[in-house]
């Protein structure tokens, strides 16, 4: 799973952001299943984001950038 995520870094894809927040996150899924997390912003939540993704944090979820 770790070297499909770091294939990915950098790499753009889109985002279904869910209601599932900790923590000040909030999380989602790519169109390929990696996780991904940003900031929590409700408004997020069951859209459909473009992002960039940044970096793996060192619980194993991308932290995303918006595009």
Known sequence: KLSFYKQNINKKA????????????IFGCTENYIRVKTKQNN???NEIIDVRLKKIDTDGVFIVEFL
């Open 43 to 45: 408004n997020l939540i």
């Open 14 to 25: 889109k985002v279904l952001f869910e209601s599932d927040c900790k923590e000040d996150f």
